[in-house]
């Protein structure tokens, strides 16, 4: 995947996943990745009520068998530049709350895309080991899915 380059800021807050991802496509296109369902489901998950709305509660639905469910609230919106929304994994023995933010910025002829993911207790053994391979799974996984995602739909609309 030509032209994606991932980066962490994680040593600023052990307690939280930061990355920084560049993608050479246009803000609008990342936008809509980040907010429509349909492709929402390519390179994350598959949403049930999902709207980028303040106050919207959505699931997403876990693709393991059997299937598992996070339940999120959208907390925030700024269009086209900010996605902030709670996560709180439905399987564990003790759910945390961690909170998923998206900020978009214009970089050059692409687009730098912030994700950070709080809310971590990394004193509790089980929550450093899920913001660990929450981490991994991040960077190694989702957002090069993202940048397939986005390869696709940029070519669909030029």
């Known amino acids: 995947m030509e032209g994606v380059e991932v980066t962490s800021d994680a040593e600023l807050d052990p307690a939280a996943i930061e990355i920084g991802s560049f993608f050479p496509q246009p803000p609008e296109v990342v936008w809509r990745a980040l907010t429509d369902p349909r492709l929402l489901e390519l390179w994350l998950m598959r949403s049930v009520g999902f709207s980028a709305t303040v106050g919207t509660h959505f699931i997403l639905v876990v693709p393991t068998e059997p299937s598992a469910e996070i ?28 909170v998923m933010d998206w900020t978009i910025k214009p970089q050059g002829k692409g687009t730098r895309l912030l994700l950070s993911q709080t809310g971590f207790d990394i004193e509790d053994k089980r929550q450093k080991m899920a913001r660990n391979a929450l981490e991994r799974g991040w960077r190694r996984t989702v957002m090069r899915r993202l940048g397939d995602v986005l390869e696709v739909e940029a070519s669909e609309s030029s």
Not at 73 to 97: I, K, M
């Open 71 to 98: 339940a999120c609230e959208v907390l925030a919106v700024r269009a086209g530049e900010q996605l902030t929304f709670s996560w709180v994994d439905l399987r564990a023995e003790r759910p945390a709350r961690w």
